[in-house]
């Protein structure tokens, strides 16, 4: 059995709004081992979101733990849990995210700024992982020059500057056509072979193609787990 990366446990979200609370994750237990790849699926609103970005120290939970390779998410400072986002955590988004007036090389190598890394190392890194993800002939094109498919390829190299071990993504493929789409999961599923635990949020139903484990939300609860 594989050491577990991730452990939560009663896991409670509560957005107040006005009289009205609203119950985002209503107590979620889960266990992730290293190295696996989990699809998180369910409708609209049953927390999934809410889920990856308290996994990912993004937002901080109403109650309950989540432990992520022996650390516990809870009991960190501000400090702590920015350091536990730049070392730990590789964020993808739908929207890419990307910096429209910076070219792909410079998008990747931005976040390395905050690392102090020197800028021909940032350089360095930002152009080998372009490579990494597919895209050594558009280094120096700007997100308006790329498709959509190729503008995630470089939100996925961005995610991997700093070797994260968790990759969390959130409707990677839903702005993308179908064959971009499945290069995206491909992507993604390689970058989990060569060691890292992926989890992706989705209601796109091919990722079940690609997960080692699959799990379905409802109201703020995990109702099926395979
Ligand atoms: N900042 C917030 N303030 C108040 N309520 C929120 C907030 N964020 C999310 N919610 C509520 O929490 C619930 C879960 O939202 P969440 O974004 O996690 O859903 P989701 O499963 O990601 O949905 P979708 O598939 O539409 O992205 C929803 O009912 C939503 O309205
Ligand atoms: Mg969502």
């Keep these: 059995m594989a050491t577990s990366l991730v452990r939560v446990t009663g896991l409670r979200k509560t957005y107040q709004m006005g009289r009205q609370a609203v119950h985002a994750l209503d107590g ?16 609209s609103g049953s927390g999934k979101s809410t889920l990856l970005h308290l996994l990912g120290g993004l937002d901080r939970p109403t109650s309950g733990q989540i ?22 955590i590789g964020f993808v988004f739908q929207s890419f995210n990307l910096i429209s007036s910076l070219s792909a090389l410079d998008n990747v190598a931005f976040p390395m700024r905050f690392a102090r890394v020197p800028r021909r190392q940032r350089r360095a890194r930002a152009y080998e992982l372009l490579h990494r993800v597919g895209l050594g002939d558009r280094i120096y094109h700007k997100p308006t020059e790329l498709s959509g498919g190729q ?23 839903g702005n993308l056509d179908s064959a971009s ?26 990722v079940m193609g690609y997960a080692s484990h699959t799990v379905q939300m409802l109201d703020g609860r995990i109702v099926n787990s395979s």
């Design 28 to 43: 979620v237990d889960l266990e992730m081992a290293d190295k696996s790849f989990w699809a998180v699926m369910g409708p």
């Design 67 to 88: 432990d992520v390779g022996g650390q516990s998410i809870a009991v960190m400072d501000e400090n702590a849990l920015a350091a536990y986002r730049r070392r730990t």
């Design 151 to 173: 503008q995630q390829r470089v939100a996925i190299a961005r995610a991997l500057v700093n070797d994260p071990q968790l990759i969390l993504a959130d409707e990677p493929t």
């Design 181 to 206: 789409g499945d290069d995206i999961l491909r992507l993604l599923a390689e970058l989990n072979e060569s060691g890292r635990s992926v989890l992706i949020v989705t209601h796109d139903a091919r």
